[in-house]
Nanobody
Framework: EVQLVESGGGLVQAGGSLRLSCAAS????????IGWFRQAPGKEREGVSC????????YYADSVKGRFTISSDNAKNTVILQMNSLKPEDTAVYYC??????????????????????WGQGTQVTVSS
């Protein structure tokens, strides 16, 4: 079992930056893919980015490519989502999630919620225009 705690959300002006952290405890961190998802009011939860802690492969949604960077510190069991050039449309509750690595699938598979068994409680990100 994996427990996840997000932190780092807040209010920022358009063009600003935020750094989200996902701290994991419990099972072996390297065996998991960690994903960041977001959900705005009235919208479905969407995959933003994910990282395979075993081999470092990453995925980014088209809407955040070039602006967001995901990284993993396996020694600290922490995954960071650095968000730059934020836009009002990035406003949402951001969740991190953990799913067991499955080498049959490429990283696009992990952009969906299905592969993830464990979820954090979420952190609010609000970008003002």
């Amino acid at each position: 079992e994996v427990q996840l705690v997000e932190s780092g959300g807040g209010l920022v002006q358009a063009g600003g930056s935020l750094r989200l952290s996902c701290a994991a405890s419990g099972d072996t961190f390297n065996d998991y893919v960690i994903g960041w998802f977001r959900q705005a009011p009235g919208k479905e939860r969407e995959g933003v980015s994910c990282i395979n802690n075993d081999d470092g492969r990453t995925y980014y949604a088209d809407s955040v490519k070039g602006r967001f960077t995901i990284s993993s510190d396996n020694a600290k069991n922490t995954v960071i989502l650095q968000m730059n050039s934020l836009k009002p449309e990035d406003t949402a509750v951001y969740y991190c999630a953990a799913g067991e690595e499955d080498l049959r699938y490429d990283m696009t598979w992990y952009s969906h919620t299905g592969p993830y068994r464990y979820w954090g409680q979420g952190t609010q990100v609000t970008v003002s225009s």
